[in-house]
């Protein structure tokens, strides 16, 4: 068990590492979601066809990771009803949601229901992969890596085509609800 002061390694040629405060609390799952509530985040639906028919989750977790080659990450529970069908599939598309699409992002956070119907409009892509319709961008990525970590995988995946719409403000995520920049805005 490490002391609660315990420092960490630094990089060679670095500052020397300070303490870990003694008066940080233990970090449990209910209080690291609570944290993470406050980060505000971009909201994305990830779609996918692993062949069994088009599957998508509403997503924060979307992160770019190099700009040579292209690449971004993002999460998925090992208990997604897509999670089988991200880990069979060689591509996914990264749908970037826009300030007024919070009802397709409620749409695709929804266990149970048939998130492609009516009144979800999408297309398919060249490859075959589904596309939302109206979204302020998307990125077309090859899946490169699946990494399981805790509940969760995370997945690697190369960009190997975009499109993007200008003047439409994201959506957002924070402390439990969607928002638009503009709420911030004082």
Do not use: C
């Amino acid at each position: 068990m490490a002391a609660p002061h315990a420092v960490a390694a630094a990089a060679p040629g670095a500052p020397p590492a300070k303490p870990l405060p003694v008066n940080a609390l233990p970090v449990d799952a209910a209080r690291f979601r609570r944290v993470f509530r406050r980060h505000p985040a971009g909201v994305v639906v990830i779609t996918v066809d692993s062949e069994a028919g088009p599957a998508g989750f509403t997503a924060t977790s979307l992160a770019s990771v190099s700009a040579q080659p292209p690449s971004v990450s993002f999460g998925i529970s090992a208990r997604s009803s897509t999670w089988p069908h991200v880990r069979d599939a060689g591509s996914v598309v990264v749908n970037f949601l826009g300030a007024h699409q919070e009802g397709l992002a409620r749409r695709f956070a929804t266990s149970g229901l048939d998130r492609f119907a009516a009144p979800t409009r999408w297309r398919r892509l060249t490859g075959g992969e589904p596309v939302l319709d109206g979204v302020t961008g998307w990125l077309r990525a090859e899946v490169r890596s699946l990494i399981p970590v805790g509940d969760h995988h995370l997945v690697l995946a190369q960009v190997v085509e975009t499109d993007l719409r200008e003047g439409s403000a994201p959506l957002l995520y924070h402390d439990g609800r969607y928002h638009s920049i503009q709420d911030y805005r004082t």
